[in-house]
């Protein structure tokens, strides 16, 4: 387990069904040893220090903040393995595998160096999240998702570059359920096997899927409107626009992720807020 708090009922339901399998097979002639294992680092250990123990990790440095880290989690370690033990669960408790020993780091390196010589590592680049708090980046089984209602936004891009295509006073219409994000876009995705129209609106012309055109009419109150032009999404491939509200311009891509379940069949990107938008860029 984690050494960063007391066991809890999800340690003791992992811990009984494991040891019911482990004796049912040393009563049938099996040779099945438990070694208990902690996983003592990582992000829980230093935030369960700083909030449970009010230690002010910016007032020291940081070979000092790590010892006492370490410290805290050995205790933990004592602690839960006690708690195993009242539970009745067998296991070479004198003999357990912490994975800030040496040997077990050395352990790793070796494994890690095997791996290196077979050709799976490789370097690569990939968005992550970020907690400001922590001041740290996020595994993702550290990330927490719930559901909540944000408000969706229809955003007009003016045309920057339209090469010939597409004319300079057309407007490239998204939808995002997250606009707070507006403000890290770098460009518009869009379907590569969509058909796409230029429709005149008073006196603005604006851009969006074909078949998303009359449920977008009725949402956004089109009540008169004329198609002007036909395109395909590859005709936008590398087109530009304007950001909406900073000057920089946003580049038109083509994505196999955009759908035409919902909004304009053009997608904000924002390669700093999703693994898909950075792909694609």
């Not at 089984?141 to 891009?157: G, H």
């Amino acid at each position: 387990p984690y050494a960063n708090g007391k066991i809890h009922m999800g340690h003791a339901l992992n811990k009984i069904s494991k040891d019911i399998i482990i004796r049912s097979k040393s009563m049938s002639g099996f040779r099945s040893p438990y070694v208990p294992g902690w996983d003592t680092h990582g992000l829980p250990i230093e935030s369960a220090l700083t909030k449970q123990e009010g230690v002010d990790r910016k007032s020291m440095s940081v070979v000092e903040f790590r010892k006492l880290c370490q410290e805290y989690a050995l205790r933990q370690v004592e602690g839960q393995k006690a708690d195993f033990k009242r539970l009745g669960v067998t296991g070479e408790w004198d003999n357990p595998y912490l994975t800030l020993a040496p040997e077990y780091e050395a352990a790793q390196i070796r494994i890690f160096g095997q791996m290196a010589a077979k050709g799976y590592i490789y370097k690569g680049l990939k968005p992550i999240y970020w907690s400001p708090s922590s001041e740290s980046s996020l595994a993702e089984a550290e990330v927490e998702y719930a559901d909540v209602t944000s408000p969706s936004i229809y955003v007009a891009f003016k045309v920057k570059d339209g090469k010939g295509i597409v004319p300079e006073n057309a407007e490239f219409v998204i939808w995002t359920t997250t606009p707070w994000t507006l403000p890290a876009n770098l460009g518009i995705s869009v379907s590569p096997v969509a058909s796409y129209v230029q429709v005149k609106v008073g006196d603005r012309h604006f851009i969006v899927a074909q078949d998303l055109l009359e449920s977008l009419a009725k949402t956004l109150n089109w009540e008169d409107y004329q198609v002007e032009a036909h395109y395909q999404g590859q005709d936008f491939d590398r087109l530009t626009a304007w950001h909406p509200f900073y000057e920089r311009e946003s580049l038109l891509m083509v994505g196999d992720h955009v759908t035409l379940d919902a909004g304009t069949g053009l997608v904000h990107s924002a390669p700093g807020h999703g693994e898909d938008d950075y792909y694609v860029g």
